[in-house]
């Protein structure tokens, strides 16, 4: 890059810092933002070109209702490639807070690692711009709540990429728990697991950033670290490292804690505790590699735990091959039904189900998860997992991040949405960004609803 596309850049940056969090102006944003139009086409811009990202953004693109006007992304030769993909209409940006602002997109993927989704989310909130969202979410208590009001104060479409809750058998699932069938239920538990083994993902000697990446930038909000290639890869390797992505908890119990939450219509748990740590691995990283944590409800208690040095699976093993598996039990006074992603099966409690019917379908069955967005864009209405509802599974996932880290039990108050009685997990609650970004504080009072 030339000495003045760089101060350019770094002007444009440092200015719109200067005027609040994301640098969009009233200007812009009249400008930019609108709903979209029954007749047209919806204009989908992607932050983060990354394999995940541009999966989801080729879903969007087989649709003809939809075009690609935008893409975003630090690392130049994964923007190029996206740019190339759908050359004609896609134009590149390095910065998001451009591409918000330019007008050229009604909606936008966010697909970038954890560490940054809480401003883009809000950047993108404040640009009226619809978003669909990889999880985790966030990653501290005060992200989740300051983007669940952002959304209900501007009014945005959003979905979150927990794909597997359009599902038939996640659907199937949910019905099947709310018909009563299985009595009263007051345990559930829930795990994913995986090998590594003791090498992990491996070391790799120190290298500088490939030529076309902005490391900085990359690094945003979070703590600039040295430059590891693993670390830039891809999503599995950012659960390695835990200010990039908060470990496999946040990586994977969005997906698998959302079917009870979802099917039991549980609130917000009371009692978080969690225990764990670094314990086999030995590579470049600094996440646990084991985690324990037991959220407390009103009326059940619900686990969950992951490992990444051993992949038994119970119910879910097969095969006694390495592989990922993960699975969830509800245990009913009348019996257990066990799921995973594809499959369930219900276990009666001796002879307490005989005769018991399994419900009709009664639930929507969308047209997949992208499809149900860009569906709700048009219809402007919240889809089955937007922010409003997944934050009751990102809150208690963070919660338990917190937990882990303090080595204690927390408190919660679902009526405040505030942690009891402990001023240092509410001070660490707040998470404290790497200047010049800052966290968007304005956020944490909830708008009417």
């Known amino acids: ?11 444009f940056i440092e200015k719109a810092i200067s005027i609040g969090i994301i640098g969009l102006s ?10 979209v139009n029954p007749n047209e086409r919806i204009h989908i811009g992607l932050i983060g070109c990354g394999g995940r990202g541009r999966a989801i953004l080729n879903e969007c693109a087989k649709y003809p209702d939809v075009v690609i006007t935008g893409a975003c992304d630090v690392w130049k030769e994964r923007l190029d490639a996206t740019v190339a993909q759908f050359k004609g209409t896609c134009k590149p ?30 950047a993108a909130c404040e640009a009226r711009k619809d978003f669909y969202i990889e999880k985790p979410m966030t990653l501290h208590l005060a992200e989740s709540l300051a983007v669940r009001n952002a959304v209900k104060k501007h009014g945005v479409i959003t ?17 099947i728990i709310r018909s009563g069938i299985l009595g009263d239920i007051g345990m559930v538990k829930t795990f994913h697991v995986l090998n590594q083994g003791k090498e992990g993902i491996g070391k790799h000697a120190p290298v500088k950033p490939p030529e076309g990446l902005d490391w900085d930038m990359w690094c ?4 600039l670290c040295p430059y590891h290639p693993v670390l830039a890869l891809s999503s599995y390797h950012h659960c390695s490292w835990m200010d990039y992505s908060g470990g496999w908890t946040a990586g994977m119990a969005p997906h698998i804690i959302d079917l009870p939450i979802w099917a039991l219509e549980l609130a917000y748990p009371t009692l978080i505790s969690s225990a764990g740590g670094r314990f086999v691995i030995q590579d470049d990283g ?9 959220w407390q409800y009103p009326k059940l208690i619900m686990s969950w735990w992951t490992s990444m040095t051993n992949s038994y699976g119970f119910d879910f093993h097969g095969e006694p091959l390495i592989r990922r598996r993960l699975g969830i039990y509800f245990h009913g006074t009348n019996g257990t039904l066990f799921a995973d992603y594809g499959s369930f099966k219900i276990v009666p409690e001796g002879d307490r189900m005989k005769g018991a019917q399994l419900p009709s379908p009664n639930l929507p ?4 998860h992208v499809r149900e967005w860009l569906d709700c864009i048009r219809e402007r209405k919240q889809p ?13 996932i963070v919660l338990s991040l917190l937990s882990l880290r303090l080595g204690r039990a927390i408190k919660f108050d679902p009526a405040t949405e505030s942690i009891v009685g402990d001023e240092e997990a509410i001070k660490l609650a707040v998470p404290e960004y790497r200047h010049p970004w800052k966290f968007p504080s304005q956020y944490l009072q909830s708008p009417a609803a």
């Open 1 to 11: 890059m030339e000495e003045g596309a760089k101060h350019s850049r770094r002007e």
């Open 26 to 35: 009233a200007k812009h944003i009249a400008a930019s933002g609108k709903n």
């Open 93 to 122: 940006y390095t910065d998001f807070r451009e591409m918000l602002s330019s007008g050229e997109v009604d909606a936008v993927i966010i697909a970038t690692p954890p560490h940054w989704h809480t401003l883009q989310a809000i």
């Open 159 to 175: 979905q979150v990429g927990t794909q597997i809750h359009s599902t038939e058998n996640y659907i199937r699932v949910v019905e």
């Open 220 to 223: 945003g909000p979070a703590p």
């Open 286 to 294: 600094d996440a646990y590699d084991h985690h324990y944590v037991l």
């Open 365 to 368: 069955r969308p047209k997949g």
């Open 384 to 396: 089955s997992c937007s922010v409003l509802y997944h934050v009751k599974v990102d809150v208690p």
